[in-house]
C-alpha cells in the first residue's frame, strides 16, 4: 500500500472551497495542525463561532476527501471555533448568567446511552485510566452492556489496558465510528487514531473540538453504562466534557499523599460548580502487602482520600492496594476484573457496585 503523506493529503483537501473567501481551505488558512502518521491523519478546520454550522459541512467534506487518499487508513477532523466579534459590555438582563456571562451550554444525553459516569482526577499519575478500564470491565462482567470512552486524550491508554494496541475503528454507513470491543466493553480512543507512542501535539480549542466529536460521532449501539475516562486536571478540555454530556455523576480516583487530595479538592469543586453529582473518591495504591511477611507497607501514606471524601461530605468507595499483579495485567491488555474470583476482580466488582448503587 502507498504510504499517504502531507503532500497528497494536502493536495485532496486543496479541492474543497471555502465558502466565505472562495479560496481552498489551504489557501484560505482554515486547516491547521495537519499531521500523517502510518496511514492516520488529523487536522482541524479554524472558523468563527458564527460560521461553526455552515463550516461543519466543509469539515465533512474534507474528512471524506482526506480518507479517499491513498494509504489513508483513519481520519480525525474536529472543526475549532473563535468568535470573531468584539466583546460586548456585559448586559444586566436576568436572561444571563451573573455579571453578564452567558450561562454554560445544558449537556446532552448520548443516544442509545442510558447512564454516563466521569471517572476523573486532579492531577495525572494516580491509575485514574486503570480504574476506568476495570470499573468498566467489572460492570460488563456483571452483564451490563458497557462502553469506554477514552477522552484522557494527551495519554490515551485504553488501547493497552484492554489490548487493543494497532487495532482501528471502522466507520458505519452513516459515517459515525464504531467502537472497537474487547472484554466485553465497547471502546473509544484517541490513541486508535494515533500511531503508538506518537504525541498529540494540539491546541486547547483542538482538543475540546476532537472530544466533542468523539462523542457526537460515535455509534454506541445501545449502552447501559458509558465510563469516560477524563484528561486529569481541572482545565478548559474538562470543563467542555462536563457541559457537553449529560452525566450521571463523577468518581474521583485519588492517591493516599497530600499533593493529590489537593487536586480532588479542586476536581470535586468543579464539579459541583456544574450541578455534577459527585458517586465517590476511590484511593489507589492505598498499600503494599510484603509478599514474604504479609505486612502492609502505606509507601504513599494511609486513609488520605477517605479522610478527605469525609470532609467534603462525598461517600469514600473503597481502596485499592499497589499490587504488581495490576501492572502486569494492565501492561498484559488483561483487566484484573476479568477474573471476579481473584482478590484483585473481588475489588473492582465492588466498586463497581457501590458506583451504580449511588446512582440507583
Known amino acids: 500500500m502507498t504510504d499517504a503523506t502531507i ?25 491547521q495542525g495537519l499531521t500523517v502518521k502510518d496511514g492516520r491523519v488529523g487536522f482541524a478546520i479554524q472558523t468563527s463561532r458564527e460560521m461553526a454550522e455552515v463550516m461543519g459541512k466543509i469539515r465533512e467534506k474534507a474528512e471524506k476527501a482526506a480518507r479517499k487518499v491513498k494509504g489513508v487508513t483513519a481520519v480525525t477532523a474536529v472543526l475549532t471555533a473563535h468568535s470573531d466579534q468584539p466583546a460586548e459590555e456585559p448586559k444586566k438582563s436576568g436572561k444571563i448568567g451573573g ?9 446532552k444525553a448520548l443516544p ?12 495525572g499519575g494516580v491509575g485514574k485510566s486503570t ?73 486547547g480549542p483542538m482538543i475540546i473540538g476532537a472530544l466533542q466529536q468523539m462523542f ?22 474538562q470543563l467542555t466534557l462536563v457541559q457537553t454530556v449529560n452525566l450521571a455523576g463523577a468518581v474521583i480516583a485519588a492517591t493516599p499523599q497530600e499533593v493529590a487530595l489537593a487536586d480532588v479538592r479542586r476536581g470535586v469543586h468543579m464539579f459541583n460548580k456544574a450541578n455534577v453529582p459527585i458517586l465517590g473518591v476511590i484511593e489507589n495504591m492505598a498499600g503494599y502487602i510484603h ?6 507497607i502505606d509507601i504513599f501514606g494511609a486513609g488520605g482520600a ?31 476484573a476479568t477474573d471476579p474470583a481473584s482478590p484483585l476482580g ?5 466498586l463497581a457496585d457501590k458506583v451504580m448503587a449511588q446512582i440507583s
Open 7 to 31: 503532500h497528497t493529503v494536502s493536495k485532496a483537501l486543496g479541492k474543497i472551497k471555502d465558502p466565505q473567501s472562495g479560496k481552498d481551505i489551504l489557501a484560505a488558512g482554515l486547516v
Open 99 to 107: 455579571h453578564g456571562v452567558p450561562p454554560p451550554p445544558k449537556p
Open 112 to 123: 442509545g446511552v442510558d447512564v454516563v459516569i466521569a471517572v476523573a482526577s486532579g492531577k
Open 131 to 203: 480504574i476506568a478500564a476495570n470499573l468498566a470491565v467489572a460492570l460488563a462482567q456483571k452483564g451490563k452492556r458497557v462502553g469506554l470512552m477514552d477522552a484522557d486524550i494527551y495519554g490515551p491508554s485504553a488501547p493497552i489496558l484492554l489490548g487493543l494496541q494497532g487495532q482501528k475503528p471502522k466507520l458505519s454507513e452513516e459515517e459515525k465510528i464504531i467502537p472497537l470491543e474487547a472484554h466485553g466493553v465497547k471502546t473509544l480512543s484517541m490513541g486508535f487514531m494515533v500511531g503508538d507512542g506518537q504525541a498529540i501535539i494540539w491546541r
Open 216 to 237: 457526537a460521532d460515535t455509534d454506541w449501539g445501545g449502552l447501559d453504562v458509558l465510563i469516560v475516562d477524563m484528561p486529569p486536571g481541572t482545565g478548559d478540555a
Open 291 to 296: 509478599p514474604a511477611t504479609g505486612e502492609r
Open 306 to 336: 477517605k479522610r478527605t471524601a469525609e470532609e467534603l461530605g462525598v461517600p469514600f468507595l473503597g481502596e485499592i492496594p499497589l499490587d504488581p499483579a495490576l501492572r502486569e495485567a494492565s501492561d498484559n491488555g488483561t483487566p484484573p
Open 346 to 350: 473481588k475489588i473492582f466488582a465492588d
